[in-house]
Structures are given as C-alpha cells and as structure tokens.
C-alpha cells in the first residue's frame, strides 16, 4: 500500500522557518522524481519545488526560489522542504508528490500557516 505522510507543518511568524518532511512507503521511492505542491484558499494548486531521483538536480517556482529547498533521503524514503524566510502568502497546504512516468501519489496534505 503506497503512503506518502507529510508532517512539520504549524503556523510560524512572517521572516520564519518551517521544515516539512514526507515519510512514504510501499513503492520504489529512488526511482521517483518527488515534488511539494501547495494550495492557498480559493487558488489552484500550484507546484513549489522538484527533484529528481538521484537528488542531483532540483528546481523551485519562481516565488520561493531562493528561501526554500527540496532535499531527499533515498535511505530513509523521506523527501524535505526546508523553508525562510517565510511570507503571509505562503501560507497553504503543503503536499508531497511522487511521480514515475504515468505513475502518481499524493500526500494528504499539511498545513502551514504564516502569520503574526
């Protein structure tokens, strides 16, 4: 059974840090490519940040490039989103996506609040 588990989410004051980490299991998570996705009230979900399977290369949206980063952990299954600098407008649900070819899974999703 495929589980992706995001937790470390929490409400934390603008200029702030959270981490977010996704356990997942029941698939091959070092031949997925892992991704954090968020979605505001009212607004699309939009993708925040990528990396491949080997970790060797990432990407982020253009709103968070240079205040957050993706990592993985291939021999713990575990993808991360560390994130500063934290903005009001980042505030949403955080979620951990696996993707291989046509292959997809979702994370249930966790919260970040950012607000004073």
């Known amino acids: 059974q495929v589980q992706l588990v995001e937790s470390g989410g929490g409400l934390v004051q603008p200029g702030g840090s959270l981490r977010l980490s996704c356990a997942t299991s029941?698939?091959?998570?070092?031949?997925?490519?892992m991704s954090w996705y968020r979605q505001a009230p009212g607004k699309e979900r939009e993708l925040v940040a990528r990396?491949?399977?080997?970790?060797?290369?990432?990407s982020y949206s253009d709103s968070v490039k240079g205040r957050f980063t993706i990592s993985r952990d291939n021999r713990k299954n575990t993808v991360y989103l560390q994130m500063n600098l934290l903005k009001p407008e980042d505030t949403a649900v955080y979620y951990c996506?696996?993707?291989?070819?046509?292959?997809?899974?979702w994370g249930q999703g966790t919260q970040v609040t950012v607000s004073s």
């Open positions: 996506h696996a993707n291989q070819f046509v292959a997809s899974y």
């Open positions: 029941g698939f091959t998570f070092s031949n997925y490519a």
């Open positions: 990396i491949i399977s080997t970790g060797t290369s990432t």
